[in-house]
């Protein structure tokens, strides 16, 4: 580390355990004014953990924290706050029920003179609007209530919060992950303007693109140690990959061909809220099925119409040419379909429950024997082998969901649903915040799915992936679809330009 | 709590039981037992079989109608309705076996059947009619309850039950009363249910995430239906034992104790959040309920002083449950 360039923050022998697990052994690393420092580690690996210590919301066991030179304490988020360092975290976490503009202000609402006096609505008004066009976002949202924002917009009004704290230090923990193209591009964008600023940025990331289009240096962890900080320019992706999974990664896109069987699937004249045209496609046996498009252009909408879980009319639902009725998504799960939700907090996961409860809540009959009681063990055994092949970490099923990182929480969702044994898989943003590793485990898994005869449709904002594990993307926007493509004509300018209408 | 109790069923070892560990899940338990070793040096009446045995017997109705009440919570509801129900239970099965004459096997059925009607009655608004939190379509139950429990007879109390009735309140096997081995089988069955059932299971994921539970195929609304329906059932049987305690349904029976089933089910480490909570607890709760009124009553202390403690031991037991969950987030 050179003398010179003084460190903004720097922090030395980090550690930190819950209970027996010993997350963090023993970390370094410093963050220099105007430079993007990127964490890159398995899921699991500490990340979260260690930028949970920086802002105060979890207590370090032992360590020391060095802020412009000097020894810190930070006990609460309130004193990360005050020295200048703002955070953006894994999970959303805004206040629904509030307006952008007062989430964006929570808990430091500008007043119109002293400190006891009313609040200055206009002001934060107009300081909203300010950094939400930073942002490049409509300034006009500033006035909705956050529930009705989709997630990626939800993300935007995050990071537009740390914006308006006037940071020296902003961490952004997967910032990206639930974000469109379009989106991604205008945060990219703004990282560097805050970068030209003299702002620090810490970026949690597992996408490999990213890190290298936007990182300066790069700090690699690994079981709770740091492997190694390195510069992003001088080195290989591939060598990262390396330190970060302890070996080398043969594919990154493990695509297999199957030959093409007879239609499986079909969807007729079905109407999603909140549009007018009716939406129609068929999958058939043997192929992967990608849907793309901008966030809110109506995919998650379009599954969830499918999957009966919001209301929707006249559309008509055939596997294997039945026509199957579906009113509740409990007709579709004894349909034989399953939808791998999006939003794990949210729609997927009781996070007060244990993994194996998590795992087999979709499919309790099968657990329930003649005596009207469930099979414990079965549920364990059934849990467990589950957990062996998504390599959930740690793989102790007693832990309830919530102290699982989120990559291996999103794995539980995955797990939730295999374990229904469905016909018909819609997976949303299924490889959201998961570490390269374990993509490709989610990807063989969808290979093994179409090879024992389940049709798969893949809902993706990532194109690389559309593109590397589909054999026909459609694209949505505006709630219909504007292009059907092989994959072998398919680009990534094709699908953006379908998607944005064009 | 619960972790333990599912692994002992699980035949596997617990990993990490640290001493602190066992502590902060065994609060409720570990306070049980000192409030019994602080009122066994205060007062030498206390621990006698007599004595025990009498504070089996005053726990009974509370325990069952906060076993009742545990489901509810667990789903992140509550039932205001449970001490009403009591009442029109009992005044409806007295019409029908004092007034009327009829079988006391038919009053019986009656009991449980109106206390059932009306937690069904409470699911509905719930769930059909969609009133925004069961606070409130309970809330309605609870007035009108009381208030037919008060028309019925116009205010005036129905004495006389049949032996049959009243066995269940009254009588005993040996020392213990029949009323306390009722519980007892009662949370055993509730155990099971709870732990071991699809529905039981249901209860919790409710609670936990209604929109994952409902994704998941969980018939939401029929889960909650059942859940308000048991508590009304539950109300009805603690009905019976109260009638065959003191001989007698008034219209004012069960006056406010769906606020000690509460504070059985909040002792007892159920979180009001849903998704969290024990068959076991509860009934830890409701002990420790019984336990500290009745040894204040042997140390004369006033009721108005009891209600100002027992006020403080609620708080001091959520608090000690607020405490530990910081503790498992920050440590
Ligand atoms: N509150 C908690 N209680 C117990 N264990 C926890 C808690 N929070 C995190 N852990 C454990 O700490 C480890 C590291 O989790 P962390 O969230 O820091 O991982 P991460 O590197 O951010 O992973 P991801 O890429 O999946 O987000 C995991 O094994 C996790 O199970
Ligand atoms: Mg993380």
């Known amino acids: 580390m050179d003398v010179e360039t003084k460190s903004l923050l720097e922090i030395r022998g980090i550690k930190k355990s819950f209970d027996q697990n010993h997350v963090l052994k023993g970390i370094d690393f410093d963050v220099k004014a105007g430079e993007v420092h990127v964490l890159l580690g398995e899921n699991g690996a500490g990340k979260s953990t260690l930028i949970k210590i920086l802002t105060g919301a979890y207590q370090k066991d032992a360590g020391e924290i060095y802020w412009e030179g000097r020894m810190v304490d930070l006990n609460t988020p309130v004193d990360a706050m005050n020295i200048g360092i703002a955070t953006i975290y894994q999970e959303l976490n805004l206040i629904p029920q509030l307006k952008v503009y007062e989430n964006i202000f929570l808990g430091r609402e500008l007043k119109r003179s002293g400190k006891r006096s009313l609040l200055d609505h206009n002001a934060m008004h107009e300081e909203a609007k300010r950094c939400l066009k930073m942002l490049g976002q409509n300034p006009n949202i500033a006035d909705m209530q956050v529930s009705r924002l989709g997630i990626g917009q939800q993300q935007l009004v995050e990071v537009a919060k740390a914006l308006a704290l006037d940071a020296k230090l902003i961490i952004m923990d997967e910032p990206t992950s639930s974000l469109s193209a379009q989106e991604v591009d205008q945060l990219y964008k703004c990282v560097e303007s805050l970068k030209a600023k003299g702002i620090a940025i810490v970026f949690i990331s597992h996408r490999l693109e990213e890190i290298r289009r936007l990182g300066d240096r790069i700090t690699i962890l690994r079981d709770g140690f740091k492997i190694d900080t390195l510069q992003v320019r001088t080195t290989e992706t591939d060598y990262w990959i390396e330190l970060m999974v302890g070996r080398s990664l043969d594919e990154k896109f493990p695509k297999q061909n199957f030959t093409l069987g007879k239609e499986g699937f079909r969807v007729e004249g079905l109407e999603v809220e909140g549009t007018q045209e009716p939406v129609e496609f068929s999958v058939r046996y043997g192929e992967i099925i990608g849907i793309s498009g901008l966030v809110g252009a109506g995919r998650t909408e379009l599954a969830r119409a499918i999957f009966g879980a919001d209301s929707s009319k006249n559309g008509k639902i055939f596997i294997d040419g039945k026509e199957v009725k579906i009113k509740s998504p409990r007709d579709a799960i004894n349909s034989g379909i399953a939808f791998i939700t999006e939003d794990r907090k949210g729609e997927g996961l009781l996070l007060d429950q244990k993994l194996d409860f998590n795992i087999v809540m979709a499919n309790m009959k099968k657990f329930t024997g003649k005596s009207r009681l469930i099979d414990l063990n079965a549920i364990r055994e059934e849990s467990e082998n589950y957990i062996n092949e998504l390599k959930v970490r740690p793989n102790n099923l007693e832990l309830n969901a919530r102290n699982l990182s989120g990559g291996n929480q999103q794995k539980i969702v995955i797990a939730k649903w295999l374990c229904t044994q469905a016909k018909v898989f819609i997976f949303d943003e299924p490889t959201r915040g998961i570490d390269v590793g374990a993509k490709v485990e989610v990807y063989r898994l969808m290979n093994r799915l179409v090879e024992n005869g389940a049709i798969v449709i893949m809902i993706s904002s990532e194109l690389p992936e559309i593109l590397g594990m589909c054999d026909r993307v459609l694209v949505m926007s505006e709630g219909k679809f504007t292009a059907n493509f092989k994959i072998e004509d398919a680009s990534q300018e094709k699908i953006m330009k379908a998607a944005t209408g064009g | ?331």
Not at chain 2, 57 to 68: E, K, M, P, T, V
């Open chain 2, 1 to 331: 709590m619960s972790e333990i109790v599912v692994q002992k069923e699980n035949g596997t070892v617990k990993k990490n039981l640290t001493i602190k560990n066992i502590l902060s899940k065994f609060a409720p338990l570990i306070g049980l037992v000192l409030l019994v070793v602080v009122l066994t040096v205060l007062s030498d009446r206390f621990l006698t079989v007599n004595n025990v045995m009498n504070i089996a017997r005053q726990s009974s109705i509370n325990s069952l109608l906060a076993i009742g009440m545990l489901l509810p919570i667990l789903t992140a509801g509550i039932d205001l309705s449970v001490g009403s129900v009591l009442a029109i239970s009992v005044m409806l099965m007295g019409v029908t076996t004092v007034n009327m004459g009829s079988n006391p096997f038919i009053g019986i059925l009656v009991c449980l059947g109106v206390g059932s009607g009306f937690g069904w009655f409470n699911g509905i608004l719930l769930t059909k009619l969609r009133l925004p939190h069961p606070f409130i379509s309970t809330l309605g139950t609870m007035n009108i309850a009381r208030g037919i429990a008060l028309i019925i007879t116009a205010a005036a109390p129905i004495a006389g039950f049949p032996y049959m009735i009243q066995f269940m309140g009254r009588e005993f096997v040996g020392p213990i009363p029949v009323s306390f081995i009722l519980v007892i089988a009662v949370y055993v069955i509730f155990h099971i249910f709870l732990t071991r059932t699809q529905t039981g299971r249901y209860i919790y994921a409710i609670g936990g995430n209604p929109e994952a539970a409902r994704l998941s195929g969980i018939n939401v609304d029929r889960v909650l239906i059942i859940v308000y329906t048991i508590s009304g059932l539950m109300a009805g049987l603690a009905g019976l034992v109260m009638v065959g305690r003191v001989n007698s349904a008034f219209p004012l029976a069960g006056l406010s104790y769906e606020l000690d089933a509460i504070a059985a089910v909040i002792i007892g480490g159920a979180s009001f959040l849903g998704g969290v909570g024990t068959v076991w607890g509860t009934l830890i709760g409701a002990l420790i309920i019984a336990v500290l009124r009745n040894g204040l009553n042997l140390l004369n202390v006033s009721a108005d002083f009891q209600m100002t403690i027992i006020g403080a031991v609620i708080i001091a037991a959520v608090y000690v449950d607020v405490l530990r969950q910081r503790k498992n987030k920050k440590k």
